[in-house]
């Protein structure tokens, strides 16, 4: 089953969301991805993340094709990351 436009745009909420907290909170990416280099978070350096998590565990290069679960056991690994930041995230409605 593939993602549906409502997931789609839930998603991309969600990714403004994180960076904006993230940028609330004055963590860069290289903070939260340990890169070996710094530039704030937006939408879509979180969605490039996202997407690449979603193809280290599932294999899966684009969003619309993973299944509700597997967004969800994504999401859950965000939102703990986030945690460890101290940032605290709510998904949109």
């Avoid at 684009?62 to 998904?91: A, P, R, W, Y």
């Amino acid at each position: 089953m593939k993602t549906s436009t409502q997931q789609s745009k839930m998603l991309h909420a969600l990714f403004r969301s994180i960076a904006k907290g993230l940028n609330e909170e004055g963590i860069t990416m290289q903070e939260f991805i340990s890169d070996s280099f710094e530039m704030y978070a937006d939408e879509h350096s979180i969605k490039y993340i996202f997407k690449q998590l979603a193809n280290k565990a599932y294999g899966v290069g684009s969003t619309q094709k993973l299944t509700t679960n597997q967004i969800n056991t994504l999401l859950d690994m965000f939102i703990n990351k986030c945690g460890k930041f101290g940032v605290e995230i709510k998904l949109p409605e």
